[in-house]
């Protein structure tokens, strides 16, 4: 991937939902809700505090993250749907 995200925002791929329930009933793509779920793919270099020194971000390349279902910017990179959002918006690392 050549894109780079600036400051504390990172490029998360959701990953797939389930297409089946666990009686087996197969959900189609109109019913099925935004996965929750994501890898984080790129990360920028961090953003600065108050007295302009670099704070890293937590999250690195290859996290597991939770995200909410309707936060980022949804961007096509290589055919690719992504993510783009503040590090902020991420709610925890599995």
Do not use: N, Y
């Not at 935004?34 to 600065?48: D, F, I, L, T």
């Not at 939770?66 to 990179?77: D, F, H, P, Y």
């Amino acid at each position: 991937m050549k894109f780079r995200p600036l400051h504390d925002r990172v490029v998360i791929r959701r990953v797939d939902a389930e297409e089946k329930t666990s009686g087996g009933i197969i959900i189609p793509d109109t019913a099925q809700e935004k996965p929750m779920q994501g890898e984080v793919m790129a990360v920028g270099p961090g953003a600065r505090d108050e007295r302009g020194v670099l704070v890293p971000l937590e999250v690195k390349d290859g996290d597991s993250v939770l995200v909410g279902k309707w936060s980022g910017s949804e961007i096509a990179i290589d055919g690719e749907d992504l993510i783009v959002m503040k590090e902020s918006d991420i709610m925890g690392v599995f």
